[in-house]
């Protein structure tokens, strides 16, 4: 397969590994105001580096995020971004916090973009669970370069399509020939996707009309032919009228003659008013699940940049940064397609919110419970970001005929309800020496050594947890192999205590930590674990910074001794 190599290219392909874990700090919880309707709640906006926030969600959410959608700079050189990842080597360093510039004027903004986005490229396939898509929305300046990356991190076979958008209504007077359309590459993660079928508009309802008064309902024809040449298709057809048909040259009739036959036994087939003309298939709109999409969005199903303008305004008011914003009819196609009622959706390149937006309103539509992952490293996290969500959670614009403020609209739009937690980036988890960073909460430290693991995250929390009836944990590699990390097969409850952080397949996990103290594995410790009804899991892994057992000791309860810090994976 071909491969594409830029400046920096080999210092940043692991790079993903490098990047220190951080904790994300929660700083608030929002919730719609009372009478706005049910909406999800536990979504998340962190204000942070997104190659950070990535790391640090991957303990709760690798492979759970059913899409994921980013609009990323698309390196025009007007954007004004800058390249910040701090990676040890030479070249890079000196394009640290730089303003990458336009074209010939910069000759290294390909490479810097490239080395920007390989590593969240990387994070994000680990986050992406295995019946997941990914949508990225690029231009033409580095749609090449991106369709090669992608077809690197996710796999070439599993490139599902590019969507060209229509974002302009209208040519540009000042180019001769004027771009109008964007790219949406769309890549699944390893398996098919079972996208969704779209709901009809109110405009293709209209297509389906009852000329002949059936009693089924409105219905609209479909042509009853098909491309190519097969035998058994190839029959003459009589009308009712009595008038002979064959097919098309280069054609052939769509359905074998008995089929054509039942058709016109259950009145599904229309010959015209008058019963002589070519014959074609009646579907009825009672019977209609939806249609299929294709790769060409016009602004008519999805929306334009001059629509996304005109709402980020409404909501928030002029003078915002955002001259291209994505609509939020765009984002909602999308997610009609790809997701589930119940699906986390990640875009960690969030700017204004209009992800959010799209998940808030398609929930309202349909009474979904899907969630929104946003991420936004700019100071307008706050500001915009999650400003736009709160307001179109509690609803925006003026409520009564008084004249509205500027920018805001001229109407009240009513709030779809929910909630977000908003997170920054907190402590790294390990210090400079390796150690455990003290002033990084201790759930938080458990929760990372229970992802290393591979178990969900119990911990000492006052419940007493059954050990063995967790469901199994699917852990992703770099490799694209899946790790089936087991359930036990005996039920056995874990008592209560403080170093117990969950169990997979016949083990337990105990993290035996205190800050500021050194703790010691020793037969003092095992007796402060009781299990009930004498039922002991197969094996117990403990994790201390000392242990005063010896080997044999060891074996003879089953038990996988792991020293703090140092036996403590690193992602």
């Known amino acids: 397969m071909p491969t594409l190599h830029w ?28 009478g706005t309707p049910a909406n ?20 709760e959410f690798e492979g759970r995020v059913k899409c994921i959608y980013i609009d990323p700079p698309y ?115 390893s398996s098919n996707p079972n996208f969704n079928k779209l709901q009809l508009s109110e405009e293709q309802t209209k297509n389906f009309k009852n000329p002949d008064n059936d009693p089924r309902g409105p219905w609209a024809s479909t042509d009853f ?63 209609v699940d939806g249609i299929s999409s294709w790769t060409w969005w016009t602004n008519t199903d999805a929306g334009h940049n001059q629509e996304a303008k005109k709402e980020i305004n409404s909501i928030i008011g002029g003078g915002n940064s955002f001259d291209t914003p994505k609509p939020a009819r765009l984002i909602q196609r999308i997610l009609q397609i790809a997701t589930d009622n119940d699906s986390i959706i990640l875009d960690s390149f969030a700017g204004s919110g209009t992800t959010a937006h799209a998940v808030l309103k398609l929930n309202a539509q349909d009474g979904g419970n899907r969630r929104f992952i946003l991420t936004e490293m700019m100071e307008y996290a706050e500001t915009i970001t999650a400003e736009r969500v709160r307001r179109v959670m509690g609803g925006y614009g003026s409520p009564s005929p008084q004249p509205s403020p500027p920018g805001r609209g001229s109407s009240f739009v009513a709030g779809l309800g929910g909630g977000f937690e908003y997170y920054t ?70 008592p209560h205590h403080t170093s117990y952080l969950g169990a997979s397949a016949d083990a337990a996990y105990f993290f035996h930590y205190e800050p500021g103290h050194a703790t010691t594995l020793d037969y003092e410790f095992l007796s402060t674990l009781t299990f009930p009804d004498n039922r002991k ?16 000791q060891l074996r003879k309860h089953g038990i996988i001794f792991k020293k703090i810090p140092r036996d403590i994976t690193r992602f």
């Open 75 to 189: 390196n025009t050189g007007n954007e004004g971004w800058v390249y910040n990842d701090n990676v040890n080597e030479p070249r890079i360093q000196k394009w640290l916090q730089q303003v990458v510039g336009k074209e010939g004027e910069d000759l290294t903004r390909h490479d810097k973009w490239l080395c920007m986005m390989y590593p969240r490229l990387k994070l994000l396939h680990k986050l992406l669970a295995a019946d997941g898509s990914i949508w990225v929305s690029i231009d033409d300046i580095e749609v090449a370069n991106l369709r090669l990356v992608l077809d690197e991190i996710f796999g070439s076979s599993n490139f599902v399509a590019n969507v060209l958008w229509q974002k302009r209504t209208s040519p540009d007077a000042r180019i001769q020939l004027g771009p109008a359309h964007d790219h949406i590459l769309v890549y699944q993660k």
């Open 425 to 494: 980036i907190g402590e790294a988890l390990f210090d400079e020496d390796g150690n455990l960073n003290e002033a990084v909460p201790v759930d938080e430290i458990r929760r990372y050594v229970a992802y290393s693991e591979g178990i969900d995250f119990v911990g000492a929390n006052g419940v007493r947890p059954e050990y063995g009836v967790r469901p199994p944990v699917i852990r992703h590699t770099d490799d694209g192999d899946d790790a089936d990390m087991g359930a036990c097969h005996a039920p056995l409850q874990i």
């Open 225 to 287: 032919t098909a491309q190519g040449w097969r035998p058994n298709q190839m029959y003459p057809l009589t009308t009712r009228a009595g008038i002979e048909y064959t097919p098309p040259d280069g054609r052939c009739w769509s359905n074998i003659e008995p089929e054509f036959h039942r058709l016109v036994a259950d009145d599904r087939m229309w010959f015209g008013k008058d019963g002589k003309s070519r014959p074609r298939v009646k579907n009825f709109l009672s019977e």
């Open 7 to 34: 400046i920096g290219k080999e210092k940043v392909v692991k790079h993903h590994h490098e990047v220190p874990f951080k904790i994300l700090q929660q700083e608030y919880i929002h919730t719609a105001p009372e």
């Open 537 to 552: 899991p197969t094996t117990s892994v403990i994790y201390a910074d000392n242990c005063l057992l010896s080997q044999e």
């Open 40 to 59: 999800s709640t536990g979504n998340r906006i962190i204000h942070g580096d997104n190659l950070e926030a990535l790391k640090a969600l991957l303990p």
